[in-house]
């Protein structure tokens, strides 16, 4: 089991989804992930990797994993915004001081 935490910028982008069906089927995506099922994801680069959610948009959420236990949840979007999503979750990433 992955102890899951999260940035700003996910939660911001999150919880301003309007979508509630949105925001369930990410959530249980998650909660999958915490599991230590990611199930449709790719690595991006960086150490960065892409959950897709197959649903509305395509939401995708970018998350690292740092040591054996943790994940970041670095930020999320959709297809439309993918390329600009994954550069952000870049910066996140080597900006994040997790002590």
């Not at 069906?21 to 960065?48: C, F, H, Y």
């Not at 197959?54 to 054996?68: A, H, I, L």
Request: aromatic fraction near 8%; hydrophobic fraction near 35%; glycine fraction near 12%.
């Amino acid at each position: 089991m992955y102890s899951i935490r999260t940035t700003e910028c996910f939660d911001d982008w999150f919880m301003g989804l309007r979508d509630i069906r949105a925001r369930v089927r990410i959530q249980t995506r998650i909660d999958r992930l915490e599991m230590g099922n990611p199930g449709d994801s790719k690595s991006v680069g960086g150490g960065i990797v892409e959950l897709r959610i197959n649903y509305g948009p395509g939401y995708r959420v970018y998350y690292v994993q740092r040591g054996e236990v943790l994940v970041v949840l670095l930020c999320g979007g959709d297809k439309s915004s993918q390329q600009n999503d994954i550069a952000r979750a870049k910066e996140i990433s080597s900006a994040l001081d997790l002590e």
